[in-house]
């Protein structure tokens, strides 16, 4: 895909945020940490004629990009990046509908969206062989974009994955746009985070109803066309890469329907790591973010052993 013009750098020299005007949420004290860790990143715009997204990258070495859920932000790997960033060059779009990225159709076209994604990946990450972590609805885009990665793509980690032949739970919401006052708006975000997010209401802390907040109210994209059509099965086949997996104990999607997703990853890929974290939901990463990364980083582990990305870096930088 050709792309229209350079990497956009927004505040990679200056560390100056370019969040637009202020929010409920920008300058509340229980934000900081991730405005903190927003402002730490490399933040780029990467167009096309299709649309942009903004990226952000921490840390160096082999790339892992991170696509975040429904609903959702790089935000979503909050509690992942300095976890990561001190082996890895930790890479994290904005989906094209979410967060700061371009706005997209109600129903955009998934491959487009996946189109957008690659063309980023072309700049900032080059022909360097890549991991892919995908987050729920992150998952199924990460699976149209591993179609157009597959020679670089080293392992694919789906975490709370959906969209694939497997039983779900239905799973009601609280709407949140009618109402107008701060605290009931905070409130309903609360509640779908015990809906369909987080398993021990006691972990439903003040970050993670601002993050859901701020997530939610700047979603432009129905995520549920693309979900619904169930592609993720047709779509990892193709690509054939490397998989793993990761679910929360209590996902409330996926529980108890785990034995029907083992055995759909192992028909996907035999060697595939499937991992449960104990006492966790579906957001599994944020509220049991230690348990989630040591799961994370031996799902990593397993691709390099495999002849995945860690052998490209070896005896010095990019193996040089």
């Known amino acids: 895909m050709r792309i229209l013009e350079e990497v956009i750098s927004l505040h990679e020299t200056t560390g100056e945020d370019t969040d637009r005007s202020s929010t409920p949420w920008s300058d509340h004290a229980d934000f900081k940490p991730v405005a903190d860790l927003d402002r730490a990143s490399r933040r780029y715009k990467i167009a096309t004629q299709e649309g942009f997204a903004v990226w952000r990258q921490w840390g160096s070495g082999p790339a892992l990009v991170m696509l975040h859920g429904?609903?959702?932000?790089?935000?979503?790997f909050y509690r992942q990046v300095e976890a990561f960033s001190g082996k890895y060059r930790v890479i994290v779009p904005d989906l094209p509908g979410f967060g700061d990225s371009a706005d997209s159709v109600l129903q955009a076209d998934p491959d487009q969206m996946a189109r957008i994604l690659a063309a980023g990946i072309d700049k900032l990450a080059g022909p360097e062989p890549i991991y892919l972590v995908g987050?729920?609805?992150?998952?199924?885009?990460?699976?149209?974009?591993?179609?157009?990665?597959?020679?670089?793509?080293?392992?694919?980690?789906?975490?709370?994955?959906?969209?694939f032949e497997a039983r779900r739970n239905r799973v009601d919401l609280t709407s949140w746009r009618r109402l107008s006052g701060v605290d009931a708006r905070r409130d309903a975000h609360r509640n779908n985070l015990a809906a369909i997010m987080i398993a021990d209401?006691?972990?439903?802390?003040?970050?993670?109803?601002?993050?859901?907040q701020a997530n939610a109210e700047r979603s432009r994209h129905d995520t549920r066309p693309t979900a619904q059509r169930k592609p993720l099965t047709a779509l990892l086949d193709e690509s054939k890469a490397p998989l793993a997996a990761i679910w929360g104990e209590y996902d409330q999607l996926a529980a108890p329907y785990f034995d029907e997703r083992r055995k759909w990853?192992?028909?996907?890929?035999?060697?595939?790591?499937f991992k449960l974290v104990a006492d966790a939901g579906h957001w599994v990463q944020y509220e049991a973010a230690d348990a989630f990364n040591e799961a994370l980083a031996g799902s990593?582990?397993?691709?390099?052993?495999?002849?995945?990305?860690?052998?490209?870096?070896?005896?010095?930088?990019?193996g040089r």
């Open 265 to 273: 990853l192992a028909e996907r890929d035999p060697d595939a790591l």
């Open 201 to 212: 209401p006691a972990r439903i802390d003040p970050t993670a109803i601002l993050i859901q």
């Open 300 to 318: 990593l582990h397993s691709f390099a052993q495999r002849g995945g990305v860690d052998r490209h870096f070896q005896g010095g930088q990019h």
């Open 70 to 76: 429904g609903s959702g932000s790089w935000s979503h």
């Open 135 to 163: 987050f729920s609805y992150g998952g199924i885009i990460g699976g149209y974009l591993a179609r157009l990665i597959a020679s670089r793509l080293s392992g694919f980690v789906l975490v709370g994955g959906v969209g």
